[in-house]
């Protein structure tokens, strides 16, 4: 994929301080936008991608302290770290000084230096707690004021619970496509039914997975509502594939709580969804 780069007329870079700025880390690139809050519009977007996974992080550290635009003091800055090694917890069962157990339980073998971090899901009486590269963590906290870190699961649970309010299905499952991995996040109205993340190499595993859940759960295509996010057009193979099996399945509908800048016309809002969801998981 190529960079991506667009910024609306608006844009002063003297007021940034007045700005949300947003980022998404991934193994396969560097994402960031920057919303006005004054008009709830966002005015600037950029997407940097890797020719390979980024699996030491140094890229990622290097477009960090090198981006002109991320220099810049932001009233508040909203982080999106793109991983695998996160957990769901109950209200009831969140402990802050036992997260590293949880995540070194349900998670073991890395031996990578990490952070773990733990958010409140609001809408969701749990916590999601994850792990960064530790000093991944310390440079973001140095570089950026007022800084809050999330991982996927947290906008992909808050924007469906959203929604769950709203005039759709029964049931909501919708499938987030990242590079060597999906998310699936599943709904009944206002209750937390699966918050999964699976790894594939091929359409078999990506469908098994998916129609597993399906089964697991009960599902029917009646009542269920199937949201991909992660890819750009429904002409994606993975979501024409999910098609052939589930025939609610559509692209994901773009916030409707935020204004996109005309400099956005061509940005896929539903291949970027986290990212512009992430400001409105405070």
Same mark, same amino acid.
């Given at each position: ?16 301080s ?5 980022? &998404? ?21 950029k997407?940097?991608?890797?020719? &390979?996974?980024?699996v ?41 000084? @036992? ?28 916590w999601?707690v ?10 973001? @906290? ?38 060597g ?30 129609l ?21 057009s ?9 098609? @052939?099996?589930?025939?609610?399945? @559509? ?30 998981c405070?």
């Amino acid at each position: 994929m190529t960079s991506l780069f667009v910024v609306d007329d608006t844009f002063d870079k003297n007021i940034t301080s007045s700005y949300f700025l947003s980022i &998404q880390i991934s193994l396969d690139g560097l994402s960031f936008c920057i919303l006005d809050p004054v008009r709830n519009n966002y005015i600037l977007f950029k997407h940097l991608p890797f020719k &390979q996974k980024d699996v030491n992080w140094s890229k990622t550290q290097e477009l960090l302290l090198t981006e002109e635009i991320l220099s810049y003091s932001y009233k508040k800055t909203f982080v999106v770290f793109n991983t695998t090694r996160a957990t769901i917890i109950p209200g009831a069962l969140y402990h802050k000084d @036992k997260i590293t157990d949880v995540i070194n339980f349900t998670h073991a073998g890395n031996q990578e230096a990490t952070q773990v971090i733990s958010n409140k899901i609001r809408m969701l009486d749990a916590w999601n707690v994850f792990a960064i590269p530790e000093f991944l963590y310390h440079l973001l @906290k140095n570089q950026f004021q007022d800084i809050s870190l999330y991982q996927q699961f947290t906008p992909m649970i808050e924007s469906n619970l959203i929604m769950a309010s709203s005039d759709k299905g029964e049931y909501v499952l919708q499938v987030n496509i990242q590079e060597g991995f999906f998310d699936i996040v599943v709904l009944h109205k206002h209750h937390l039914q699966l918050c999964n993340s699976f790894r594939y190499t091929n359409d078999t595993d990506f469908v098994y997975y998916v129609l597993l859940a399906f089964e697991q759960l009960k599902l029917t295509q009646d009542q269920t509502d199937v949201f991909i996010s992660g890819i750009e057009s429904r002409q994606n193979p993975y979501f024409l594939l999910l098609k @052939k099996y589930l025939r609610k399945t @559509k692209l994901i509908t773009p916030s409707r709580h935020f204004d996109y800048s005309n400099a956005y016309k061509n940005i896929s809002k539903e291949k970027y969804y986290n990212l512009l969801n992430i400001s409105s998981c405070v």
